[in-house]
């Protein structure tokens, strides 16, 4: 495996970092309306991401730069033509992450309504925009000869970007559903089981739609496999629910992200761009990467570092697993 292809596969394994992880903050954001009945029940909400939350998002931020200086070209040419839409996912993650830490800071219901509305707003947006993104990418976009993007916004809002975009958002809420049930003990607990039911169906019927158009319009025989492997998982997922067996389906979930990722990632492969309009202005991993040097130097640099930050990771999910419960809000408040 050469370097371009290794750095692609790297970057596939960032956004499923990312997605995996960063996707139940923003499932737990949206069920907010749905699971928290009072002011002390969307604290317990809360507070199972609020020691996670910023960690999972800096995945993005490694993923972004790892495109930076692997591959510049595809860079920038995603971040010019898609600016307003990564913009839109920029303003709502800093929203989230402000409300985050404002909601608390008064007593009043109405202060801290407002702040619970922007989380489950700042949630959905990017869980959307997300799916509307890389929908686009698989699907191809229009590039001229300098891989300049020749749309614009409205064009990336075509019926298999959107149905890319609702299928994310429904994954993303059903994970974060799984995950308060694994993390809450009570009434929230049995709450978010029922909610994961009903959500689970919901899913599966448009995840279904969606990697069928994906294998059936742009499929390999590895993207293929990868999404047999999403479907089993996320079918799998839905029957461990039902079955109160939480951490089955929170591992489940993650392992039906992952496999969507990748299946996405290849049926992309060996593009990193592809032109809908021209197949000769496509970006691939030959034309987009930097140099051999670069992409050298960036490998050891991640070989050193990457299991660090995996290790630390992991030990700030171990010291934060025990359950929450309103107990502990209430003894928190007193």
């Known amino acids: 495996m050469d370097l371009p292809t290794l750095w692609f596969w790297i970057v596939a394994a960032l956004f499923v970092g ?107 947006v990017p869980a959307f925009l997300w799916g509307v993104a890389f929908a686009n990418i698989v699907q191809g976009v229009p590039l001229d000869a300098d891989h300049n993007f020749t749309g614009t916004f409205f064009s990336l809002l075509n019926p298999y970007a959107l149905l890319g975009g609702l299928t994310t958002l429904l994954l993303f809420f059903t994970h974060g559903v799984y995950f308060v049930a694994l993390k809450t003990d009570g009434e929230i607990r049995a709450r978010a089981r029922r909610l994961g039911v009903r959500a689970s169906i919901l899913t599966i019927m448009v995840a279904a739609g969606f990697l069928a158009w994906t294998v059936l319009a742009f499929g390999t025989l590895l993207g293929t496999a990868f999404a047999a492997v999403a479907a089993v998982a996320l079918i799998g997922s839905a029957i461990a629910n039902g079955r109160g ?90």
């Not at 992409?295 to 934060?320: G, N």
Request: no cysteine; hydrophobic share 55%; aromatic share 14%.
């Open 18 to 124: 990312y997605f995996v992880l960063d996707g139940f903050d923003f499932g737990v954001g949206m069920s907010l309306p749905f699971l928290g009945k009072d002011d002390t029940d969307r604290r317990v909400l809360i507070n199972t991401i609020g020691p996670v939350w910023d960690l999972n998002e800096t995945w993005v931020i490694v993923a972004g730069a790892a495109i930076f200086a692997a591959f510049p070209e595809w860079y920038a040419t995603l971040f010019s033509g898609f600016y307003l839409a990564l913009l839109l996912i920029l303003l709502a993650l800093i929203i989230r992450g402000v409300s985050f830490e404002y909601r608390h800071q008064r007593p009043e219901l109405a202060w801290k309504r407002r702040f619970d509305l922007m989380i489950t707003v700042g949630s959905a």
């Open 245 to 334: 067996r939480e951490g089955t389906a929170f591992a489940l979930m993650a392992v039906t992200i992952a496999a969507a990722v990748l299946a996405l990632f290849s049926s992309l492969f060996p593009a990193v761009m592809p032109a809908s309009n021209d197949v000769a202005n496509s970006l691939t991993i030959a034309n987009a990467s930097s140099s051999t040097y670069t992409l050298t130097i960036m490998s050891w640099t991640a070989l050193i570092f990457l299991p660090l930050v995996l290790a630390y990771q992991a030990w700030t999910y171990w010291t934060f697993r025990k359950r929450i419960t309103r107990a502990h809000i209430d003894a928190a408040a007193h």
